[in-house]
Nanobody, 117 residues
């Protein structure tokens, strides 16, 4: 059974940093495209960052230059380093692993990030 578990969320002041981690059981991240999404209250879920099975990355314009997605194959984790946080980054952040060829699509339960003074 596949399980994705996010951690690392919390309350941080504007300009601060947080590092989110997503740990997987039942799948190997290096075989999947892994995404970080976020959803703020009253808004649609937004794709924030992507890392492909080959290690390529892509970011939403709103976080480019501030967020970095990475993968640790030895630990089978995917992380999102978030710097220079802004109040508008406040949201629940979700880890998502996709393998389209096999129609696999798994989600974590989410972790709350709140940026406020």
């Amino acid at each position: 059974q596949v399980q994705l578990v996010e951690s690392g969320g919390g309350l941080v002041q504007p300009g601060g940093s947080l590092r989110l981690s997503c740990a997987a059981s039942g799948l190997i991240f290096s075989s999947y495209v892994t995404n970080w999404y976020r959803q703020a209250p009253g808004k649609e879920r937004e794709l924030v960052a992507v890392i492909t099975s080959a290690g390529g990355t892509n970011y939403a314009d709103s976080v480019k230059g501030r967020f970095t997605i990475s993968r640790d194959n030895a630990k089978n984790t995917v992380s999102l380093q978030m710097n220079s946080l802004k109040p508008e980054d406040t949201a629940i952040y979700y880890c998502n692993a996709v393998r389209r060829l096999y129609k696999d699509n798994y989600w974590g339960q989410g972790t709350q990030v709140t940026v406020s003074s």
